[in-house]
């Protein structure tokens, strides 16, 4: 008779299943899982399937993971659009009728079993991922050492959520502050889409180090308690839109600034936002833009670039990830460093539990959710038995 480890090798990789049971392992060692996968390009809502399917056991270098934790970014949705640059390969290893990819690039794990040849990783252990587009809206999956992020075991008290949403938003706002400017104790910063994951991360991270931060926001009914949470934060000033293009204030920061203007300016927004930002920056300032959430055109004007020497940059944290990955393991240390000192908090969210009885419609609906203007939350899988 063949032994266990021989039917694992020969059965197929992955095998469908026609219903979801509550028992995620079979008598045989197959784990049942579920993905949230498109097949084509388009509106999440229309593309995205939930689809069941089985995982052998871990063998040689592979690691069952299970999922902790999946925040849905912008970015997650702009790669389901089709108009992401990181674009998943499509494909059948989950038995899926047509070729297809797992939505959703960030998130935390937890070690299932591991492989006979895998060192430095055992069940229980936590990791999040190394790169783009694994795909983290599932259950589980096979991974490897390659695809993961350990997470050292003196950060086992770091809650799952903000394990989740650290290597996405926190790491772009610290390489944003650390790496275009040559910023000083004091010394001022100033950015739009003030209250996104990535600007609530500055103003932490600028109060840590020191820096003194404008957070610009959208105008909305309750701009005053979004303000206070903003400030409660740590930010120094924040402002809607209309305030800043308001006259006074460029004089109110040239005053600040002993007449120098802010040297780093953070856009997330593009357009016309891009323009009163800039305004706002000294010469030889310089503006880093890592989001286009207007979705329209940089308006950057000649005469900033040529009069006032305005230096202006992209970010982009996968490419800077791939090719810094001891780098990106150490800020990522840092940070959770500062949320057990209790100086960093997680972005404000809203979950929705992914479980055995979680409906296509439910988690489909909480992807729709993400892209609503004022939010002002980030919506997470929060994976349970
Ligand atoms: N380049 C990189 O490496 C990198 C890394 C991380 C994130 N990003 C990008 O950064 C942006 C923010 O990501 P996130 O995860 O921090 O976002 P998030 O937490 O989901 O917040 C979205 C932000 O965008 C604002 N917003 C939405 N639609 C807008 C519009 N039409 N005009 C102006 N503001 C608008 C929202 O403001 P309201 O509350 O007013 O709706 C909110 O401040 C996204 O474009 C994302 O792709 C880039």
Not at 88 to 115: C, D, F, M, Q, Y
Not at 182 to 211: H, M, P, T, Y
Not at 305 to 334: C, Q, T, Y
Request: charged letters at 25%; proline letters at 4%.
């Amino acid at each position: 008779m063949a032994s266990p480890l021989r039917l694992f090798r020969s059965a197929p990789r992955i095998a469908n299943l026609t219903c979801y049971q509550r028992r995620h392992v079979s008598a045989f060692g197959y784990t049942q899982a579920k993905a949230l996968v498109y097949s084509a390009y388009g509106e999440p809502s229309t593309v995205l399937k939930l689809h069941s399917h089985s995982l052998r056991p871990a063998y040689d270098e592979e690691i069952l993971i299970k999922f902790l934790a999946s925040p849905i970014n912008p970015a997650d949705i702009n790669q389901i659009e089709g108009v992401y640059p990181a674009k998943p390969e499509l494909t059948i290893a989950l038995g899926t009728p047509e070729k297809s990819a797992v939505g959703g690039n960030e998130g935390v794990v937890e070690v299932v079993s591991v492989g006979a040849n895998v060192k430095g990783y055992k069940p229980g252990d936590r990791a999040i991922m190394k790169h783009t587009s694994f795909g983290t809206w599932r259950t589980h999956a096979l991974a490897k050492d390659e695809n993961l992020l350990r997470i050292p075991d003196e950060f086992k008290d770091i809650s799952p959520l903000s394990a989740a949403t650290i290597s996405v938003n926190p790491c772009t706002a610290y390489r944003m502050l650390k790496d275009f400017a040559d910023l000083e104790e004091g010394d001022w910063f100033i950015q739009n889409g003030a209250n996104s994951g990535v600007g609530r991360a500055a103003i932490q991270l600028g109060k840590i180090w020191g820096l003194k931060s404008v957070n610009v926001i959208r105008e909305r009914p309750d701009v005053d308690a979004l303000k206070k949470e903003l400030m409660d934060l740590g930010a120094d000033i924040v402002v809607t839109d209309a305030e800043l293009q308001s006259r006074g204030f460029y004089w109110e920061m040239q005053e600040k600034t002993q007449g120098k203007g802010i040297k780093l300016g953070l856009n997330c927004v593009g357009g016309k936002a891009t323009h009163y930002l800039i305004k706002c920056l000294g010469e030889g300032g310089h503006v880093v833009t890592y989001g286009a959430m207007s979705k329209q055109p940089l308006n950057l004007n000649a005469s900033s670039l040529i009069f006032k020497d305005i230096h202006a940059h992209g970010f982009w944290v996968s490419r800077w990830s791939d090719r810094n990955p001891e780098a990106k393991a150490e800020m990522v240390a840092e940070i959770f460093r500062f949320i057990q000192q209790g100086k960093f908090k997680e972005v404000p969210f809203e979950k929705t539990i992914w479980n055995s009885d979680s409906t296509e419609e439910q988690l489909v609906g909480a992807v729709a959710k993400s892209g609503q203007a004022f939010g002002n939350k980030k919506q997470v899988f929060v994976f349970e038995e």
